[in-house]
C-alpha cells in the first residue's frame, strides 16, 4: 500500500520527514502530474504545456505541487497558527479557479523583503508549466501572485 501524499501548501505543520524521502514522494508527485498531463491532453500539440482537467479542478494542490517539486520551499504554521518557516504559500483566491501564492515568513524573517524576487521565482517556474502568473500588491503593498491555468 502507498502512503498517500499531501502537497504542502504552507500552511500545514513543518514537514516531520527524511527530508530526501519528502524529494522522492515530490518527485513522484510531479511525475504523476506530468503523466496526467501526457495522458489527458491528447489533443494538444504539446500535451505537458498545458495543464490537465484535474489541475484546473485541485488549482492549490497543483500548484504546491509544482513550486515543491521546483525546489521552492513551502511556508510552515505552528500549531497557535504563528508561521515558522519562510516560504511560499498557496490557498483559493477571491475567483473560483485562480490560486493565490505568497512569500510569508515568521515575523522578522524579512520575507515582505524578498518576496519580490521570491515570487518572481514562483511564476516562472509555473509559467513554464502553463499557468498565467501575475503579480499583484494588496493591503500595506505587500505582494502575492494570482495563478490560474491558461486557456
Same mark, same amino acid.
Given at each position: 500500500?502507498?502512503?498517500?501524499?499531501?502537497?504542502?501548501?504552507?500552511?500545514?505543520?513543518?514537514?516531520?520527514?527524511?527530508?530526501?524521502?519528502?524529494?522522492?514522494?515530490?518527485?513522484?508527485?510531479?511525475?504523476?502530474?506530468?503523466?496526467?498531463?501526457?495522458?489527458?491532453?491528447?489533443?494538444?500539440?504539446? @500535451?505537458? =504545456?498545458?495543464? *490537465?482537467?484535474?489541475? #484546473?479542478?485541485?488549482?492549490?494542490?497543483?500548484? /504546491?505541487? &509544482?513550486?515543491? %517539486?521546483?525546489?521552492?520551499? @513551502?511556508? =510552515?504554521?505552528? *500549531?497557535?497558527?504563528? #508561521?515558522?518557516?519562510?516560504?511560499?504559500?498557496? /490557498?483559493? &483566491?477571491?475567483? %473560483?479557479?485562480?490560486?493565490?501564492?505568497e512569500w510569508l515568513?515568521?515575523?522578522?524573517?524579512?520575507?515582505?523583503?524578498?518576496?519580490?524576487?521570491?515570487?518572481?521565482?514562483? %511564476?516562472?517556474?509555473?509559467?513554464?508549466?502553463?499557468?498565467?502568473?501575475?503579480?499583484?500588491?494588496?493591503?500595506?503593498?505587500?505582494r502575492y501572485l494570482?495563478?490560474?491555468?491558461?486557456?
Amino acid at each position: 500500500m502507498t502512503a498517500r501524499f499531501d502537497a504542502a501548501t504552507g500552511d500545514e505543520a513543518p514537514i516531520e520527514t527524511d527530508p530526501r524521502k519528502r524529494t522522492a514522494a515530490v518527485r513522484a508527485a510531479f511525475d504523476s502530474l506530468l503523466e496526467i498531463r501526457r495522458l489527458m491532453n491528447t489533443d494538444s500539440d504539446d @500535451p505537458l =504545456a498545458t495543464p *490537465a482537467a484535474w489541475e #484546473r479542478h485541485q488549482p492549490v494542490r497543483a500548484v /504546491a505541487i &509544482a513550486l515543491e %517539486a521546483a525546489g521552492i520551499p @513551502p511556508s =510552515a504554521v505552528g *500549531a497557535d497558527g504563528h #508561521r515558522l518557516a519562510t516560504g511560499y504559500r498557496c /490557498a483559493e &483566491a477571491e475567483r %473560483a479557479g485562480v490560486v493565490r501564492v505568497e512569500w510569508l515568513g515568521p515575523t522578522g524573517s524579512g520575507a515582505a523583503y524578498a518576496a519580490g524576487e521570491q515570487l518572481g521565482n514562483c %511564476a516562472r517556474v509555473l509559467r513554464g508549466l502553463g499557468w498565467e502568473a501575475l503579480e499583484y500588491r494588496g493591503r500595506g503593498r505587500h505582494r502575492y501572485l494570482e495563478v490560474e491555468p491558461l486557456p
